[in-house]
């Protein structure tokens, strides 16, 4: 089974610190994605990338940036962290070809709370 | 631009009841049609999926979801509940000619009642 890791469950930041998520998935999948998960708005999607060193914007890119140097790693950057972005932050990836049919393999999330 | 409602945000039920859990999804092309289940403190997980062929889904424990092109629906029912299908169920939807990409309903919290 495809794994996805993100390397915190919970983090605590404070306002105006940089902060880093990390995701690491095992299957050589090409598209990896962010999204944010808010009560009573679902998941919204932050950003994407479909290949090494390609991203597009997701549907709420304001403040995050994402960096993918290796395929196996997707990292979503807050560069200046505010309250508003208290969330819990889920990575997934997911294959291409045959693959793309299957759904999304979602890691286990980050809860971050900015104080 | 596509998008999924679920008009439930939570579902009170007893166990050994009934539910159904809505979902209505609105796109100008073919899509495929997701729902996810999501434990406590979990990520979420694939519970059933349409791609094509038969309209009817089943997932292994017991849900299953029929998806009508007429209504733009895709329900997620189960005939008997149990404490342990308490969690929050997300329907999503995807283009086809471009499905790496999900776009996620807001959510309906299944609470099952002893």
């Known amino acids: 089974d495809v794994k996805v890791t993100q390397s915190s469950r919970y983090l605590v930041k404070r306002t105006g610190e940089k902060v880093f998520l990390e995701c690491v998935q095992d299957?050589?999948?090409?598209?990896m994605f962010w999204y944010r998960q808010d009560p009573g708005l679902g998941l919204r999607l932050i950003y994407f990338s479909y290949d090494v060193k390609m991203k597009e914007k997701g549907d709420i890119p304001e403040g995050y940036s994402v960096s993918r140097e290796k395929k196996e790693r997707f990292s979503l950057i807050l560069e200046s962290a505010s309250t508003n972005q208290t969330s819990m932050y889920l990575c997934a990836s997911k294959g291409g070809g045959d693959d793309r049919v299957k759904g999304y393999t979602f890691g286990s999330g980050t809860r971050l709370t900015v104080v | 631009a596509q998008s999924v409602t679920q008009l439930d945000s939570q579902v009170p039920v007893f166990e050994e009841a009934p539910v159904e859990l809505r979902c209505n999804y609105s796109?100008?092309?073919?899509?495929?049609l997701f729902w996810y289940v999501q434990y406590p403190n979990q990520g979420l997980q694939l519970l059933l999926k349409?791609?094509?062929?038969?309209?009817l889904v089943e997932s292994i424990n017991g849900f299953e979801a029929e998806f009508n092109k007429s209504q733009t629906s895709f329900h997620l029912r189960k005939p008997s509940v149990h404490i342990s299908d308490t969690a929050e169920y997300f329907c999503?939807?995807?283009?086809?000619?471009?499905?790496?990409?999900?776009?996620f309903g807001s959510g309906t919290r299944l609470l099952v009642r002893p």
């Open positions: 796109s100008s092309v073919s899509v495929y």
């Open positions: 349409y791609l094509s062929g038969s309209t």
């Open positions: 299957m050589d999948h090409e598209n």
């Open positions: 999503a939807v995807s283009e086809r000619d471009s499905s790496y990409k999900l776009i």
